[in-house]
């Protein structure tokens, strides 16, 4: 009788012991999906240009055409303040 009894709290701790493990598992595995690294945006081709302001080689993340007003760096800095 009293092994039995032991026998039973046993067989429940382990079931207790395997419930944790379960959601142990779980809680990593959603911190690993967490963590994962997301995709990052596409890399943007960039273009040769001329400043229309000062004349300066620059690069932009556009197209140009003719005739668009394009500014440098420096000039485009200039132009927000």
Excluded: W
Aim: aromatic share 4%; charged share 30%; with cysteine.
């Amino acid at each position: 009788m009293e092994q039995e009894k032991i026998e039973n709290e046993i067989s429940m701790i382990y079931l207790r012991l395997n419930n944790i493990e379960e959601k142990l598992d779980k809680a990593l595995m959603t911190k690993e999906k967490q963590t994962e690294l997301k995709p990052t945006a596409p890399i943007k081709t960039m273009y040769p240009a001329v400043c229309s302001q000062c004349g300066q080689s620059c690069i932009v993340p556009f197209k140009p055409h003719d005739g668009a007003n394009i500014k440098c760096i420096s000039c485009y800095r200039e132009s927000k303040e």
